[in-house]
């Protein structure tokens, strides 16, 4: 696999630009790039760009349209010049003129009149409505609502959007943040008049005075609005397809396919049916451990197995789309920069993501066909330099197989899973799979049902109760490997492992404490933002604990972590594995906390040769016999914080 072999998406405002020179400064950009993107998504911010259109001339933006929020930065903190229409015309004929297609994004979100007089102010008819805690300052832009005149808003700013990008001669639009899916929580809001006849509309439901929907009606909320953001998404993607463009989207949050339906209504099954050209997953696991306040991810593992989960997850649950994840590494306004103040945790993030995998026709593909750099502004030459290295080794891996056990995954459960939480509160396949990963689970692939036949891996099965009793005897049929199953039992949660000559075992098991479910399910509060944890009855954390030692018993033994090697350390040492075409085993050692870790692995015979393959500034490797008599070597490596040694053994 070659550089040329995976996706390289930039989402960049126009301050990475220079509107003094000839070219708009595009040629000087992309020389510091040092590659030449597939596409470029101009953050244009404000969703005036849109709404205020009236053609391409000479006049200037206002300061919000062009910067996200009031920032103005051209290159390293220096004050730029204001674009102007025409400007941003010939900045897209640039690119395009170097083969990358450009599109342009916008948030739904408004300044209050700041820097000029927005369209919102004059028609607050489609801004949400949100229960009172959660009502913002300044208005934002509900994409569903109904203008005054009763025409739904949606349809102006397609009209809106088509001019844009006709007269811009844009590639095409990127949904993000709003316009993809609700801005809020379903239960927060919108309960306006509007959306609520709507509902009531689409439903037939009579409402009585007073009616808390998202109490009595929780199921229908939900439902109406799965129905409502899917209409909106195809309408949106069958008109610029009618023109010959393209539509990338984000993701909801970093939410899994599952939550995605209960917290915003959206199902990430129907995208490639629905016309979305890219799928990009939100990845912010670096950010969402190291922001403060409303961006700080409030979950009881790291946020880096909440989002690794949510990334094999949903890939598996569209899999002709293709998708890419979001590497977050700064943005100048929000104040924050992972190249910068984590670079060894965006490294663990790029080396990890793009090396998450599925069974397609029995081989290992990856799950992420590219990747989308966020913000792509104010990067220095060397830093993009530094990136590149590391996508290439990611990308760069084409895996004969894969250490660990391939999780399944089934399109049935989505329907019973949300159903099932909307009846019991009990732990799904997300929360149950990223507790998993956070006591040590080695596992980087997942499996659909319709592979289950063609594949040879030990394979995790969570809440297979829950499925249709033709898809739990095809998982019983399997006989390739070992079978690992997860299931509620009344009140117990118990782990089943099933050996590929059929026999079957009793593995760890833990009574539900049932006792801490209120008698009324539906007074449990709900997580405030996207980065605060669902409620789920919860697990004794001995039960993760020796599940997952239960998966690490039945797995062929191969090069492993020396868990009682320098105790202190010993549990932030993770390990994945994968064996190349030419007989090389490539390791990926991880470390997990934010120090440096010395831990040591051993392998099973003497290696011809040991080469470190991604520059960590760790430790030199040290190898030596096997402190255990065993054949063998015994080496030591100490991580950066965060941080990732990846090895190659022959």
Not at 100 to 128: G, T
Not at 430 to 449: A, C, K, P, W
């Given at each position: 696999?070659?550089?040329?072999?995976?996706?390289?998406?930039?989402?960049?405002?126009?301050?990475?630009?220079?509107?003094?020179?000839?070219?708009?400064?595009?040629?000087?950009?992309?020389?510091?790039?040092?590659?030449?993107?597939?596409?470029?998504?101009?953050?244009?911010?404000?969703?005036?760009?849109?709404?205020?259109?009236?053609?391409?001339?000479?006049?200037?933006?206002?300061?919000?349209?062009?910067?996200?929020?009031?920032?103005?930065?051209?290159?390293?903190?220096?004050?730029?010049?204001?674009?102007?229409?025409?400007?941003?015309?010939?900045?897209?004929?640039?690119?395009?003129?170097?083969?990358?297609?450009?599109?342009?994004?916008?948030?739904?979100?408004?300044?209050?009149?700041?820097?000029?007089?927005?369209?919102?102010?004059?028609?607050?008819?489609?801004?949400?409505?949100?229960?009172?805690?959660?009502?913002?300052?300044?208005?934002?832009?509900?994409?569903?609502?109904?203008?005054?005149?009763?025409?739904?808003?949606?349809?102006?700013?397609?009209?809106?959007?088509?001019?844009?990008?006709?007269?811009?001669?844009?590639?095409?639009?990127?949904?993000?943040?709003?316009?993809?899916?609700?801005?809020?929580?379903?239960?927060?809001?919108?309960?306006?008049?509007?959306?609520?006849?709507?509902?009531?509309?689409?439903?037939?439901?009579?409402?009585?005075?007073?009616?808390?929907?998202?109490?009595?009606?929780?199921?229908?909320?939900?439902?109406?609005?799965?129905?409502?953001?899917?209409?909106?998404?195809?309408?949106?993607?069958?008109?610029?397809?009618?023109?010959?463009?393209?539509?990338?989207?984000?993701?909801?949050?970093?939410?899994?396919?599952?939550?995605?339906?209960?917290?915003?209504?959206?199902?990430?099954?129907?995208?490639?049916?629905?016309?979305?050209?890219?799928?990009?997953?939100?990845?912010?696991?670096?950010?969402?451990?190291?922001?403060?306040?409303?961006?700080?991810?409030?979950?009881?593992?790291?946020?880096?197995?909440?989002?690794?989960?949510?990334?094999?997850?949903?890939?598996?649950?569209?899999?002709?789309?293709?998708?890419?994840?979001?590497?977050?590494?700064?943005?100048?306004?929000?104040?924050?920069?992972?190249?910068?103040?984590?670079?060894?945790?965006?490294?663990?993030?790029?080396?990890?993501?793009s090396n998450f995998y599925q069974l397609n026709d029995g081989k290992l593909k990856k799950c992420f066909g590219g990747l989308q750099i966020c913000l792509a502004a104010d990067i220095e030459p060397h830093e993009w330099h530094w990136m590149k290295k590391r996508w290439e080794l990611g990308f760069g891996t084409a895996p004969r197989s894969i250490d660990g056990v391939a999780v399944l995954w089934s399109d049935s459960m989505v329907e019973a899973e949300l159903e099932y939480?909307?009846?019991?509160?009990?732990?799904?396949?997300?929360?149950?799979?990223?507790?998993?990963?956070?006591?040590?689970?080695?596992?980087?692939?997942?499996?659909?049902?319709?592979?289950?036949?063609?594949?040879?891996?030990?394979?995790?099965?969570?809440?297979?109760?829950?499925?249709?009793?033709?898809?739990?005897?095809?998982?019983?049929?399997?006989?390739?490997?070992?079978?690992?199953?997860?299931?509620?039992?009344?009140?117990?949660?118990?782990?089943?492992?099933?050996?590929?000559?059929?026999?079957?075992?009793?593995?760890?098991?833990?009574?539900?404490?049932?006792?801490?479910?209120?008698?009324?399910?539906?007074?449990?509060?709900?997580?405030?933002?996207?980065?605060?944890?669902?409620?789920?009855?919860?697990?004794?954390?001995?039960?993760?604990?020796?599940?997952?030692?239960?998966?690490?018993?039945?797995?062929?033994?191969?090069?492993?972590?020396?868990?009682?090697?320098?105790?202190?350390?010993?549990?932030?040492?993770?390990?994945?594995?994968?064996?190349?075409?030419?007989?090389?085993?490539?390791?990926?050692?991880?470390?997990?906390?934010?120090?440096?870790?010395?831990?040591?692995?051993?392998?099973?015979?003497?290696?011809?040769?040991?080469?470190?393959?991604?520059?960590?500034?760790?430790?030199?490797?040290?190898?030596?016999?096997?402190?255990?008599?065993?054949?063998?070597?015994?080496?030591?490596?100490?991580?950066?914080?965060?941080?990732?040694?990846?090895?190659?053994?022959?």
């Open positions: 696999m070659t550089m040329t072999d995976y996706l390289k998406f930039l989402w960049v405002e126009l301050i990475a630009f220079d509107n003094r020179q000839p070219d708009m400064g595009a040629g000087a950009y992309l020389d510091s790039l040092g590659f030449v993107p597939d596409s470029i998504s101009i953050f244009m911010w404000g969703s005036d760009f849109v709404h205020l259109h009236d053609g391409v001339d000479g006049s200037e933006f206002p300061p919000d349209i062009g910067a996200y929020m009031d920032v103005y930065f051209n290159g390293p903190k220096k004050a730029g010049v204001p674009w102007r229409k025409n400007q941003l015309r010939d900045l897209i004929r640039e690119l395009q003129q170097y083969g990358v297609k450009v599109l342009f994004s916008i948030f739904p979100v408004s300044l209050n009149n700041q820097f000029h007089d927005e369209w919102v102010s004059r028609h607050p008819e489609v801004a949400y409505e949100c229960v009172p805690s959660m009502q913002p300052s300044r208005p934002v832009i509900n994409p569903l609502k109904r203008l005054a005149d009763h025409t739904l808003y949606e349809d102006f700013l397609l009209g809106k959007v088509m001019e844009v990008i006709r007269d811009y001669n844009f590639d095409g639009w990127h949904l993000a943040d709003g316009y993809n899916h609700s801005w809020y929580q379903l239960c927060h809001a919108d309960f306006s008049a509007d959306m609520i006849a709507q509902f009531t509309e689409h439903t037939g439901i009579g409402l009585p005075e007073h009616a808390d929907i998202w109490r009595d009606y929780r199921r229908e909320w939900i439902g109406f609005h799965r129905w409502r953001w899917e209409n909106y998404l195809r309408k949106i993607t069958s008109t610029l397809h009618a023109d010959g463009r393209i539509v990338t989207s984000n993701t909801c949050w970093t939410r899994d396919p599952v939550e995605a339906i209960y917290r915003y209504g959206i199902d990430y099954r129907k995208y490639p049916g629905i016309g979305i050209d890219y799928l990009i997953i939100e990845t912010c696991s670096a950010m969402g451990e190291l922001l403060d306040c409303a961006c700080q991810a409030h979950f009881p593992v790291q946020f880096f197995n909440v989002i690794k989960t949510t990334s094999l997850l949903t890939s598996a649950c569209a899999p002709s789309g293709t998708f890419l994840f979001n590497s977050c590494t700064q943005d100048i306004t929000e104040g924050w920069s992972s190249l910068r103040h984590a670079p060894g945790f965006l490294e663990r993030e790029i080396l990890a993501y939480y909307l009846k019991t509160r009990h732990s799904l396949t997300t929360n149950t799979l990223y507790n998993l990963f956070e006591h040590g689970l080695q596992s980087d692939t997942v499996v659909r049902l319709d592979e289950l036949p063609q594949c040879a891996m030990p394979v995790l099965v969570i809440n297979s109760h829950l499925l249709p009793p033709d898809e739990q005897s095809a998982i019983h049929g399997y006989s390739a490997n070992t079978l690992f199953l997860i299931d509620v039992y009344e009140d117990r949660v118990q782990m089943r492992v099933r050996s590929a000559g059929g026999s079957v075992t009793h593995g760890p098991e833990a009574e539900l404490p049932l006792r801490e479910l209120p008698a009324d399910l539906m007074s449990i509060p709900e997580p405030k933002t996207f980065f605060h944890e669902q409620y789920y009855l919860p697990l004794p954390e001995q039960f993760y604990r020796d599940a997952v030692k239960t998966v690490s018993d039945h797995l062929p033994e191969t090069v492993h972590v020396i868990a009682d090697f320098n105790l202190p350390d010993a549990g932030y040492f993770r390990m994945s594995g994968l064996h190349l075409e030419d007989g090389t085993a490539r390791y990926f050692f991880h470390n997990i906390y934010w120090r440096y870790i010395l831990g040591a692995f051993a392998t099973l015979e003497e290696p011809a040769q040991m080469d470190i393959r991604n520059e960590f500034r760790g430790r030199p490797m040290h190898w030596e016999p096997r402190r255990d008599g065993k054949p063998g070597v015994h080496c030591e490596l100490r991580i950066p914080p965060h941080g990732t040694g990846v090895i190659d053994i022959k």
